[in-house]
Nanobody, 125 residues
Framework: QVQLVESGGGLVQAEDSLRLSCAASGRTFGSYAMGWFHQAPGKKREFVAAISWNGRITYYADSVKGRFTISRDNAKNTVYLQMNSLKPEDTAVYYC??????????????????WGQGTQVTVSS
């Protein structure tokens, strides 16, 4: 049983920065690969970034490479998404997720087992 709660979303202007946090409760947070996904209005949920259980491997969607950084602090049971140079196209609900597949770092939503409620990020143009 893992509970995930996202925070840090809000309304910002293009080119602004924002850091999302995902706080986990439950056991063995440090054993999970973690990911961020987002869902824009009228769109399907899509992959944003992922990080391995030990933080040594990261993956990013092409649309956010060079702008977003995923990180984790297992001592604090928290994963972060630093978002720089935000664009209106980044507007979406952002979800964090935990995967039991710790032998790899998944980028597909069906490889994740636990999900947060989401936090809204709105980037004005």
């Amino acid at each position: 049983q893992v509970q995930l709660v996202e925070s840090g979303g809000g309304l910002v202007q293009a080119e602004d920065s924002l850091r999302l946090s995902c706080a986990a409760s439950g056991r063995t947070f440090g054993s999970y690969a973690m990911g961020w996904f987002h869902q824009a209005p009228g769109k399907k949920r899509e992959f944003v970034a992922a990080i391995s259980w030990n933080g040594r491997i990261t993956y990013y969607a092409d649309s956010v490479k060079g702008r977003f950084t995923i990180s984790r602090d297992n001592a604090k049971n928290t994963v972060y998404l630093q978002m720089n140079s935000l664009k209106p196209e980044d507007t979406a609900v952002y979800y964090c997720a935990a995967s039991l597949l710790t032998s790899s770092t998944p980028t597909r939503d069906y490889d994740y087992d636990y999900w947060g409620q989401g936090t809204q990020v709105t980037v004005s143009s």
